[in-house]
Every structure is written in structure tokens, then in C-alpha cells.
């Protein structure tokens, strides 16, 4: 069974770096045959497409995040990993990451999340 | 503001059928698939109907998807206390060059 788990720091000062990662258990990262995504909830909102990567390393952004985005894959690792710059008290939310088949299809498996609080 | 209009809450009562109804443009549904997910309290979104109305392995057959123009309706029959929860549709959007919007979301209360 296909597991997402992403992990990383839970506090984040403005202006500073969110950087998480996502790691993939149960299935292969490679696989031609799918695409790798991020996505955000604020507390108490709704769902927010981040970005989302090929295991070749192609991206595809949000584009009124793209600015501050970047989406990256370490296939050794089974790993995706996100940076978000110049964070603010807005960039509060729970972060998923999931698996999509194709760059606009539907997410089939997602992670448990991880809440990422921005404040000093 | 999202890009695909849900209505905030739906309720019915245990055993009833509901619907959630989910509204875009030419842009969006109107050219797209439209997925449905159901996220519990405290847990992650998960997939519940895509590509309109296709249902993955495991989930019943209480649960219905369908599509017409720049509409989509997310149909829950037999209703039972375990299915109150938030549910979300999406699709893409072609004209904003955003590979995944979201509907607001609905809550269902199952009185």
C-alpha cells in the first residue's frame, strides 16, 4: 500500500524558509507513470494547490505561488521536498503531499499532513 | 474566494440522500474532470469519485458523481452518522494555468 509521509519543522518565522519533504513508502517515486504534488489548508479553509513534479524533476506551479516555490525530487531517496520563501502569517496551513496520475488528473493517495505555523 | 462554488453546509437526516452541487465555468468543469473528495475531521482529503463519476476501489456504491455543462453534483445515498465530514471538488483550470483548483468545500451534517 502506497504511503506519503511529510515531515519537517512546524514553526517557521516570518520571512523566512518553509522546507518540507515528503517521503514515499510502498511504491515507486520513478514511475513514469505519475506525478507528485503539494497542496495547503489554512486552519478552518479550504484545499490550495502548491505545485507538482515529475520524477524527472519537471515542475508545475501555482502561479500565484511560483514567485516563492520550489518543488524538488531525490528519486535515491524516494523523496519530494518543498521551499517556500518570504513566508508569512498566510502561508499558516496544514501541507499535503500527494499522487496524482497526470499533471491535471485527480490525487489518489495523499500524506497525513503536517501543520507548518508561521509567527515569531 | 475559490475558483468552484460549493454550497458551506448540507444536512439530512440518517438513511436520507443529499447532494452537494459544485459550479465553475468553460474553463474549468465545463472542459474538465471533476473529482469529489471526502475529508473526516482531523484527517487528510480522500479520494472519493473522479474523472466525473468513476468510484475508486473500495469506496460504495452510495456514493455517486455526475456532470452536466459547468456543473458537477456529488450524490450520498443512504446516509449514515460516519459519512459527516468535509467534501471538496476539483478539477483544473485551463484559463489560469492552475492544475488543480478546489471548490470551498461542504460540510454535511447527518442529523
Known amino acids: 500500500q502506497l504511503q506519503l509521509q511529510e515531515s519537517g519543522p512546524g514553526l517557521v518565522k516570518p520571512s523566512e524558509t518553509l522546507s518540507l519533504t515528503c517521503t514515499v513508502s510502498?511504491?515507486?517515486?520513478?514511475?513514469?507513470?505519475?506525478?507528485w504534488g503539494w497542496i495547503r489548508q489554512p486552519p478552518g479553509k479550504g484545499l490550495e494547490w502548491i505545485g507538482s513534479?515529475?520524477?524527472?524533476?519537471?515542475?508545475y506551479y501555482n502561479p500565484s505561488l511560483k514567485s516563492r516555490v520550489t518543488i524538488s525530487v531525490d528519486t535515491s531517496k524516494k523523496q519530494l521536498s518543498l521551499r517556500l520563501s518570504s513566508v508569512t502569517a498566510a502561508d499558516t496551513a496544514v501541507y499535503y503531499c500527494?499522487?496524482?496520475?497526470?499533471?491535471?488528473?485527480?490525487?489518489?493517495?495523499w500524506g497525513q499532513g503536517t501543520l507548518v505555523t508561521v509567527s515569531s | 474566494q475559490s475558483v468552484l462554488t460549493q454550497p458551506p453546509s448540507v444536512s439530512a437526516a440518517p438513511g436520507q440522500k443529499v447532494t452537494i452541487s459544485c459550479s465553475g465555468s468553460?474553463?474549468?468543469?465545463?472542459?474538465?474532470?471533476v473529482s469529489w473528495y471526502q475529508q473526516l475531521p482531523g484527517t487528510a482529503p480522500k479520494l472519493l469519485i473522479y474523472?466525473?463519476?468513476k468510484r475508486p476501489s473500495g469506496i460504495p456504491d452510495r456514493f455517486s458523481g455526475s456532470k452536466s455543462g459547468t456543473s458537477a453534483t456529488l450524490g450520498i445515498t443512504g446516509l449514515q452518522t460516519g459519512d459527516e465530514a468535509d467534501y471538496y471538488c476539483?478539477?483544473?483550470?485551463?484559463?489560469?494555468?492552475?492544475?488543480?483548483?478546489f471548490g470551498g468545500g461542504t460540510q454535511l451534517t447527518v442529523l
Open positions: 500527494a499522487r496524482r496520475l497526470g499533471t491535471v488528473t485527480h490525487f489518489d493517495y
Open positions: 510502498g511504491g515507486s517515486i520513478s514511475s513514469s507513470s505519475y506525478y
Open positions: 513534479i515529475y520524477y524527472s524533476g519537471t515542475t
Open positions: 468553460s474553463s474549468n468543469i465545463g472542459n474538465n474532470y
Open positions: 474523472e466525473n463519476d
Open positions: 476539483g478539477t483544473w483550470d485551463s484559463s489560469l494555468s492552475v492544475h488543480a483548483v
